[in-house]
């Protein structure tokens, strides 16, 4: 069964940084991809970065092109989502996934394996 635990979230001002990890047991953590989305009140939760199993190809919504970084550590089975120049509107619920798959996955169907997620909060 897998496991995945986020931590990392809290309140932070607007332009700070926040570095959101995920743990994760139960699966061989190396052979799949990992993806981050997100849910603020009352919107559906979106894709916001995914990384292949190998860690060589990423993908990152739009919005947060060029201010989020995801990477992997497949010896420690650790996913880490680096936030930089936070804005209000990146306050959400940040979940972390993990995919059946090898191949980076923008859609919540390509994920089969969801965790708690940990609060994001980011004060103008």
């Known amino acids: 069964q897998v496991q995945l635990v986020e931590s990392g979230g809290g309140l932070v001002q607007t332009g700070g940084s926040l570095r959101l990890s995920c743990a994760a047991s139960?699966?061989?953590?190396?052979?799949?991809?990992m993806g981050w989305f997100r849910q603020a009140p009352g919107k559906e939760r979106e894709f916001v970065a995914s990384?292949?199993?190998?860690?060589?190809?990423?993908d990152y919504a739009a919005p947060v092109k060029g201010r989020f970084t995801i990477s992997r550590d497949n010896a420690k089975n650790t996913l880490t989502l680096q936030m930089n120049d936070l804005k209000p509107e990146d306050t959400a619920v940040y979940y972390c996934?993990?995919?059946?798959?090898?191949?980076?996955?923008?859609?919540?169907?390509?994920?089969?394996?969801w965790g708690q997620g940990t609060q994001v909060t980011v004060s103008s």
């Open positions: 139960g699966r061989t953590f190396s052979s799949y991809a």
């Open positions: 996934a993990q995919s059946p798959r090898g191949g980076v996955g923008t859609r919540r169907a390509d994920y089969d394996s």
């Open positions: 990384i292949s199993w190998s860690g060589n190809i990423k």
